[in-house]
Nanobody, 124 residues
Framework: QVQLVESGGGSVQAGGSLRLSCVAS????????MGWFRQAPGKEREGVAF????????DYADSVKGRFTISRDNAKNTLYLQMNSLKPEDTAMYSC?????????????????WGHGTQVTVSS
């Protein structure tokens, strides 16, 4: 049974930081490219950050470049998202996802697995 379990969300003031984690189980984590997505109320889901199987390739949405860092620890089956200089517009439900190829995850296509998400709220 595949599971992606996010944690680390919470409420923070603008300018603050949070570190999200996503623990994967039930599949070969190291063989999948991973990503973080977010969805705010009334808005469509958007891709935030993506990372290849060994972490050699990463990509970010323009809105978070320079502020967010995606990383992974394949020995711990864990994905991370370090979020610094948070802004109120970063408020959303953040979910991690897995796809069998870099192409799939970075283009939000044919994502194989999704987590349920962790809420991030940034106040001004």
């Amino acid at each position: 049974q595949v599971q992606l379990v996010e944690s680390g969300g919470g409420s923070v003031q603008a300018g603050g930081s949070l570190r999200l984690s996503c623990v994967a189980s039930g599949y070969t984590y190291s063989s999948y490219s991973m990503g973080w997505f977010r969805q705010a109320p009334g808005k469509e889901r958007e891709g935030v950050a993506f990372i290849s199987t060994e972490g050699l390739s990463t990509d970010y949405a323009d809105s978070v470049k320079g502020r967010f860092t995606i990383s992974r620890d394949n020995a711990k089956n864990t994905l991370y998202l370090q979020m610094n200089s948070l802004k109120p517009e970063d408020t959303a439900m953040y979910s991690c996802a897995a796809a069998s190829s870099w192409y799939s995850i970075s283009r939000w296509r044919n994502v194989d697995y999704w987590g349920h998400g962790t809420q991030v709220t940034v106040s001004s």
